[in-house]
């Protein structure tokens, strides 16, 4: 499947993008904030392309202008999130690269994937969360509609070996309809 916004284009990961997934992901700044380390070497980024970034909704944020890949986004379904088990709800995640911050670049694919979630895969309730201090996070969660449900504390994050507090949010169908 592939998605297209104004600037973007939403499609899945390839092979091929090891090598930018790895110029962006590299940053210690874009994946410890979310939870995973920054990637050591181009054969990690492959990996994880293979074996984390391959979801059925997953996709890799590119612009437009190039079709590289800049960030990622995705709906993770029934089975794949921790936070409902629902047939009708998902989590939506995403990470951007550092040159591409301040630019609304994933406030436009998280409508493109609610408009996905709710009018195409049946979804009645969105998920997102963010670790204490992931400001950008939390923005764009504002700016997506997303309201504030709950705070876990004492949360693992495995990838990290760390506890965290994780602060839950949620938008419904009805809630983004009239958005």
């Not at 609610?114 to 895969?121: D, S």
Request: with cysteine; glycine share 8%.
């Amino acid at each position: 499947m592939v998605l297209k916004t104004e600037r973007l284009i939403l499609r899945p990961w390839e092979e091929s993008d090891a090598e930018d997934l790895y110029k962006y992901a590299k940053d210690p700044e874009v994946g410890p904030v979310a939870g995973w380390q920054a990637h050591k070497n181009e054969a990690e980024s492959l990996s994880v392309i293979k074996n984390v970034l391959c979801g059925k909704e997953a996709y890799a944020v590119c612009l437009k202008e190039d079709n590289r890949a800049i960030g990622a986004i995705e709906l993770l379904l029934k089975g794949y999130n921790h936070i409902s088990e629902k047939d009708d709800e998902c989590e939506l995640g995403f990470w951007l690269g550092k040159p591409f911050w301040g630019e609304d670049i994933i406030p436009e694919a998280g409508k493109e994937l609610l408009r996905r979630a709710f009018n195409e895969l049946g979804m009645k309730k969105v998920w997102c969360g963010h670790y204490d201090g992931n400001t950008k996070s939390a923005r764009v969660q504002e700016k997506l509609g997303f309201k504030y449900s709950h705070t876990n504390k004492n949360v693992p994050v495995p990838l990290m070996n760390d506890i965290r507090t994780e602060h839950i949010s949620y938008v419904t169908k009805p809630e983004w309809l009239k958005k």
